[in-house]
């Protein structure tokens, strides 16, 4: 019985309520056959904070088609869903939506805050939910996982208390990145550094003895409050004299010492710098050699303490604009240069962030790098991504850990008096716990095991996928991110965390720019998919870059993507309004050529798509498979089966054929556009699902095939050109003959006279006959012969050769004057005299040529 899809590709109609009855099968959820090998990828969890971005969508779309391809092969493929609490940043947003009512979280408490923050996690967990069905991610929702999940905090704490046991977590006052909005603590790669445009200020501070001043120069004013002394090089000559001397804060009476270290780098500024050891990292370490003291002049919210005299309370930025003003009325500014530096920003808030001592959580990180850089086995995709990973990794700072914030994992620390104890219980009364929370990155980091029951080392889940097969992520995040799960991984469960990691690049716009709010350039995923369809937008995400590389988001290429969907709605249409039975059956031994060529480019499709595949190579993938079904199968292929089909005896085989190959070009595409793939399979199948279909195999080969359809394709590919060339329609019949001195070929055309007959429009066609007045075309085992006259029109080619004549007559006279010209000769150069005899020469023999033609015309 035929099938009639509809005339136009309609992905609504395709992809409404598909993801549904995907669920209704419960065909995501692994784990019912335990006799299949298991394969595992987690999702690298998107933060509560907001919708995903085209990032998510290209990131989670490669996971996917790993995923569905396994679990076509055979495998246990358990896609595991889950989101990240993403401290910082979601408090942010939660402290922005409370503003806006009125509303500060002091206002709340922290029990009543957190149930605001709980609210938007479920608001947003929702519609991210929503993405994901949207972009069609074969999840396993019975499994899905969140970072501040009871029995994640269970290993956060786990993880917490032994390193402090070990001795590799410890609390101390040391230099780290500040967040002034968010008042926490920030790593650092949390810190965004961009070149920003400021000013070195030059500040005279006067010498205690009243002899003269020192002169410093620095970006940050507002500091000097809290500077402990002005510092010169041991060997600088300028100031060996200084070396022991105080100087005046200038603006105040406070006195500080001039020191000499090394760290001073002599061609900067004036060669004398202040030391502000709370306010600087290097600071810091020249105070800890130098014992100075380390006071804070500025508040956690970026505004200044009483150590500042009258700017006490203002912001810091005003302060500096207002003491700037002070010194200049003091004749204490020498001069102010503008001055472009990196500066580093907050990447959760986006304000600049202070460098600031503060009592904080660190992890100690020597024992854990040193432990994983000697046994790691992960492979890296692309490999040059390893050697970026081990290089930061042997340079890696101590982690802070803490973060002044409410929404996380509360850290397992109690304090009474000078007593500190870690453990999860209160230890007893009086005991206080920490007031801060973990950083976010410090519970993803266990995201591989945490969210498969470890620390239990007996969940079914841990013992049968773990360690996971591929982690699928930005290369932008291999250090805050995948760099942890490996030291975490290996620190706790002894196995790296995954065999392999596929890093992907970023999306950026036509111009090749990120993608940012305040450039404007962003795109909605759901916007796309509104557009042209999941699929379409799959297909372009994957199919647009190799691993490791950027890729420009261009809606040219999304169309494109959707043409080829649209493409194989239409190859699809034409097979099913030309099958009488879906269930007939290859005989292999009525088989044409054809037939026998398009089942070995099959099985060849199938091993390089193979190939690809597995070295996660997916834009080569869609090439190969695009090439495929559109040049091969749908060009060639299903125009030659018009003329099979009409043969009773070639019909049915025929059929078989078309299904066959179409059944498989489905299944190859099912992991990359699953919808449509998904609607077409079940149209000419009994199964349930495409998706627990089996993958492919190469199971044709016929070797004679393809050259035996190299020489027919090269026959028809050459006459059409012909036909281009003279501007001859193809439904015009032309006379043929054909030169054969191969009996294999010979014995072919004969054969499949009717599809030469066909694809050529042959008015007649004969065998090494002669025949005058002909055109030659050589193929490799044929030579073409045209008659001229179905070419030609004998009177047009008439006026044409005579038109050609009278320009040719008219140029030659020109250039043989220019020639004959003796001005011409002595002033032209030798360059422009050259080129005009090489032109008469070449006029000459085109108007020899042209007669000799109309010699044949008389």
């Given at each position: 019985?035929?099938?009639?899809l509809?005339?136009k590709?309609?992905f609504?109609k ?9 669920l209704n099968l419960?065909l995501?959820?692994?784990g019912k ?11 690298p969890?998107?933060n509560?904070?907001g ?6 969508a290209?990131?989670?779309t490669?996971?996917d ?10 495998y246990d493929?358990l ?12 408090q942010a ?6 503003r806006?009512?009125?509303?500060s ?7 009543k805050?957190l149930e605001?923050?709980?609210g ?7 519609i991210i ?11 396993d929702y019975?499994r ?11 290993a956060?704490n786990?993880?917490f208390i ?12 040391r ?5 002034p909005?968010?008042?926490?603590a920030?790593?650092n ?7 920003t ?7 005279n ?14 970006t940050?004013?507002?500091t ?9 090089h041991?060997?600088?000559n300028?100031?060996?004299s200084?070396?022991?001397?105080h100087v ?7 006195q500080?010492?001039i020191i000499?270290?090394d760290?001073v780098?002599r ?7 202040k030391v ?10 020249v105070?800890?050699?130098?014992h100075l003291?380390m006071p804070?002049c ?5 505004t ?10 203002m912001?810091?930025?005003e302060?500096r604009k ?16 503008e ?5 580093g ?7 600049m962030?202070e460098?600031?001592l ?13 432990q994983l850089l000697?046994?790691n ?5 692309p490999?040059r991504?390893?050697?970026t990973?081990?290089?930061?990794m ?6 802070c850990?803490s973060?002044?914030l409410w929404w996380g ?7 009474k ?23 976010t990155?410090?519970s993803s980091?266990?995201w591989?095991f945490?969210?498969l ?12 996928y773990y360690?996971?097969d591929?982690l ?5 995040i291999?250090?805050f991110?995948?760099s942890r ?11 790296d965390?995954f065999?392999?990691?596929?890093l992907h ?6 111009e090749?720019?990120?993608?940012s ?6 795109v909605?995923?759901?916007d796309v ?8 937008l ?22 494109y993507?959707w043409n080829?969907?649209?493409k194989l709605?239409n190859?699809?249409?034409f097979v ?9 059956e290859?005989?292999e031994?009525?088989?044409t050529?054809?037939d ?5 480019r ?6 390089t ?5 597995d070295?996660?190579e997916?834009?080569e ?7 495929f079904?559109w040049d ?10 018009k003329v099979s ?5 070639l ?10 190959v179409l ?8 992991p ?8 077409l399979?079940?149209e000419i199948s ?5 998706m627990?279909s089996?993958?492919?195999?190469k199971?044709y080969k016929?070797?004679?095939?393809k050259?035996?359809?190299?020489t027919f394709?090269?026959v ?9 060339e003279y501007?001859v ?8 003959v054909?030169?054969?001195?191969n009996?294999?070929?010979?014995n072919?055309?004969k054969?499949?006279e009717i599809y030469f007959?066909?694809?050529l429009?042959?008015?007649t066609f004969?065998?090494?006959e ?6 030659l075309?050589?193929?490799s085992f044929?030579n073409l ?16 050769l005579l ?5 040719l007559e008219k ?7 220019m020639l ?8 032209a150069?030798k360059?422009?005299?050259?080129e ?7 006029y000459?023999?085109?108007?020899e ?7 044949k015309h008389?």
């Amino acid at each position: 019985m035929k099938k009639e899809l509809e005339s136009k590709y309609d992905f609504r109609k395709v992809e409404e309520n598909r993801y549904n009855t995907w669920l209704n099968l419960d065909l995501f959820r692994a784990g019912k056959d335990k006799s299949r090998q298991p394969f595992t990828v987690v999702i690298p969890p998107p933060n509560v904070t907001g919708k995903l971005h085209l990032g998510h969508a290209w990131d989670t779309t490669i996971q996917d088609i790993i995923i569905r391809r396994k679990r076509m092969q055979g495998y246990d493929a358990l896609y595991l869903p889950g989101m990240d609490h993403a401290g910082i940043a979601t408090q942010a947003k939660v402290d922005e939506r409370l503003r806006e009512q009125g509303i500060s979280r002091y206002d709340l408490g922290r029990e009543k805050y957190l149930e605001h923050a709980w609210g938007w996690k479920e608001e947003y967990a929702s519609i991210i939910r929503q993405q994901w069905a949207k972009l069609g991610l074969s999840l396993d929702y019975s499994r899905e996982r969140f970072t501040l999940d009871d029995d994640l905090n269970k290993a956060v704490n786990k993880v917490f208390i032994t390193l402090y046991n070990k001795g590799w977590i410890y609390r101390g006052n040391r230099i780290i990145n500040w967040d002034p909005e968010a008042k926490t603590a920030l790593s650092n790669i949390e810190v965004e550094h961009i070149e920003t445009k400021g000013k070195l200020y030059y500040f005279n501070y006067p010498l205690v003895d009243g002899n003269g001043f020192m002169t410093v120069a620095t970006t940050r004013p507002e500091t000097m409050f809290a500077d402990q002394a002005l510092m010169v090089h041991p060997d600088d000559n300028r100031y060996q004299s200084f070396i022991g001397k105080h100087v005046y804060i200038p603006g105040t009476e406070i006195q500080i010492p001039i020191i000499a270290d090394d760290y001073v780098d002599r061609s900067f500024g004036s060669g004398v710098v202040k030391v502000t050891p709370a306010h600087d990292p290097n600071d810091y370490e020249v105070a800890i050699r130098h014992h100075l003291n380390m006071p804070l002049c500025m508040n956690d919210d970026g505004t200044m303490n009483e150590m500042a005299f009258e700017f006490n309370g203002m912001d810091r930025f005003e302060c500096r604009k207002l003491l700037v003003e002070k010194l200049k009325n003091l004749g204490l500014v020498q001069k102010i240069e503008e001055h472009i530096h990196m500066v580093g920003y907050s990447e959760r808030t986006g304000v600049m962030v202070e460098p600031r001592l503060s009592l904080q959580w660190f992890v100690k990180m020597d024992g854990l790098t040193k432990q994983l850089l000697e046994n790691n086995q992960v492979e890296f995709v692309p490999e040059r991504f390893k050697k970026t990973f081990e290089n930061w990794m042997n340079n890696i700072q101590d982690w802070c850990i803490s973060r002044q914030l409410w929404w996380g994992h509360r850290i397992p620390a109690w304090f009474k008096g000078d007593e500190v104890k870690v453990q999860v219980e209160c230890p007893g009364e009086g005991w206080v716990q920490d007031e801060d929370v973990l950083d976010t990155w410090f519970s993803s980091a266990l995201w591989p095991f945490s969210t498969l029951g470890w620390p239990n080392e007996e969940h079914p889940d841990f013992k049968r996928y773990y360690p996971t097969d591929v982690l699928v992520t930005g290369y932008d995040i291999i250090f805050f991110w995948v760099s942890r799960m490996m030291f975490q991984g290996y620190e706790f469960t002894h196995k790296d965390p995954f065999k392999t990691v596929l890093l992907h690049g970023l999306i950026r716009d036509k111009e090749g720019r990120k993608m940012s709010k305040s450039l404007g350039n962003g795109v909605d995923p759901m916007d796309v998919i509104d557009t042209y369809g999941a699929d379409a937008l799959r297909y372009f995400v994957v199919s647009n870059s190799a691993p490791g590389m950027d890729t420009r988001y261009e809606i040219e290429k999304v169309e494109y993507s959707w043409n080829f969907i649209n493409k194989l709605w239409n190859i699809s249409r034409f097979v099913f309004m030309n099958i009488d039975d879906y269930n007939v059956e290859i005989d292999e031994e009525k088989l044409t050529i054809f037939d026998q060529w398009i089942l070995t480019r099959l099985s060849e499709t199938i091993e390089t798509v193979d190939n690809f595949y597995d070295r996660y190579e997916f834009n080569e993938a869609s090439q190969t498979m695009t090439s495929f079904i559109w040049d091969e199968f749908a060009n060639w292929y299903l125009e030659i089966s018009k003329v099979s089909l009409q043969n009773e005896s070639l019909r049915k085989n025929t059929q078989a054929v078309l299904l066959y190959v179409l059944k498989d070009i489905m299944k190859l595409l099912h992991p990359f556009i699953p919808f449509v793939t998904e609607k077409l399979f079940l149209e000419i199948s009994d199964e349930p699902s495409i998706m627990i279909s089996e993958w492919p195999k190469k199971k044709y080969k016929f070797h004679d095939s393809k050259q035996l359809f190299k020489t027919f394709e090269d026959v028809v590919t050459k006459i059409r050109n012909l036909r281009n060339e003279y501007q001859v329609a193809l439904s015009k019949p032309l006379d043929i003959v054909l030169d054969i001195d191969n009996n294999d070929v010979l014995n072919f055309v004969k054969k499949y006279e009717i599809y030469f007959m066909k694809f050529l429009n042959a008015k007649t066609f004969k065998i090494n006959e002669y025949i005058e007045n002909a055109i030659l075309i050589t193929t490799s085992f044929i030579n073409l012969h045209i008659l001229k006259s179905d070419l030609i029109d004998p009177k047009a080619e008439l006026e044409a050769l005579l038109k050609q004549k009278d320009t040719l007559e008219k140029e030659i006279i020109r250039s043989k004057n220019m020639l004959e010209n003796e001005k011409f000769l002595q002033k032209a150069p030798k360059e422009k005299v050259l080129e005009e005899r090489t032109k008469y020469d070449q006029y000459l023999k085109q108007y020899e040529e042209i007669v000799k033609r109309l010699e044949k015309h008389v």
